[in-house]
């Protein structure tokens, strides 16, 4: 049993309902995600590549339901998602998170580096999830945001500071701590290093690598960037307009690719040391 098994997933967007005005196909519509089925195993990273406006974050953002399909359904570890309770979601919550692209944008200025990271554990603070088995005290929750920071490599002495402080690579490790704040299973990272310089996305993606190592995480890795995926994923699926065109093993994918789409996108990004 696959961790997250996707099938038949539609999401449509109707004209006029795009605030960028995005291309209308066929009948006035947008078929962000069209009949994409897919399985993520526990423990691996999928890759999820393809060019701008493939529907890339529209999968993300479904599998985790921060938005509704228009069809199809969705389990997550054999739980059909879209027939879940508020209640029974709010539980399902703390196992599936996001990392986003944007280290600067998805983080509130307002909030000191510990609240941001504390936000989830306030929210879910009698899930009683934190190890001993005890509520999340004031004291127990200031030991697990140190305890976070020091996971993605920063100091406890940055607790008391705001985001605009930090550079982008720092927020991102901000923004990484937030989304592990309650131990998830599954984190959705949509172009988490797209908007850093390459020698930082680079310690990012090794950052990735190892909290997947310590703490058993499974990823959907979304990005544009071919040689991104293939450093970290196990298996790549390929989206182009809104369809998963491809999907196999890293190998598979990169050295034998099937669909003339994988041999474009293979064409287009040369190989670069990640
Ligand atoms: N809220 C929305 N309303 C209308 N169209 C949307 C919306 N979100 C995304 N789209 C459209 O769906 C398609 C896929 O977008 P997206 O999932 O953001 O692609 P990607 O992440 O691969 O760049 C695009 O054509 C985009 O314009
Ligand atoms: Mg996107």
Request: no cysteine.
């Amino acid at each position: 049993m696959a961790l997250v098994e996707v099938r038949n997933l539609n999401k449509i967007y109707s004209q006029g309902e795009s605030p960028l005005g995005a291309k209308i196909s066929g009948r006035n519509e947008v078929r962000a995600v069209d009949d994409v089925s897919l399985d993520i195993h526990s423990g691996e990273t999928v890759g999820l590549v393809g060019e701008s406006g493939s529907g890339k974050s529209t999968l993300g953002r479904l599998i985790l339901r921060l938005i509704e399909p228009t069809s199809g359904s969705i389990r997550f570890e054999d739980r059909d998602l879209l027939a879940a309770s508020h209640g029974e979601m709010r539980r399902l919550r703390r196992d599936m998170q996001i990392i986003f692209q944007d280290p600067f944008a998805s983080l509130d200025p307002r909030f000191r580096v510990e609240d941001i990271i504390a936000e989830p554990l306030v929210i879910h603070r009698n899930a009683q999830r934190n190890p001993q088995g005890t509520r999340n005290t004031k004291d127990g929750i200031r030991d697990r945001v140190v305890e976070l920071l020091r996971a993605v490599g920063l100091d406890e002495s940055i607790r008391q500071r705001f985001p605009h402080e930090f550079s982008g690579g720092q927020r991102q490790r901000i923004g990484i701590a937030r989304a592990l704040a309650l131990r998830p299973k599954f984190v959705v990272a949509d172009e988490p290093v797209s908007a850093l310089d390459v020698s930082v996305g680079a310690q990012i993606v090794n950052l990735l690598a190892q909290l997947q190592r310590d703490f058993g995480l499974t990823y959907l890795f979304i990005s544009h960037s071919m040689p991104v995926v293939r450093y970290l994923s196990t298996r790549i699926a390929v989206m182009y307009r809104g369809k998963i065109v491809e999907v196999g093993s890293t190998e598979q994918i990169t050295e034998r690719p099937q669909h003339p789409y994988t041999r474009s996108l293979l064409e287009a990004t040369p190989e670069v040391e990640v």
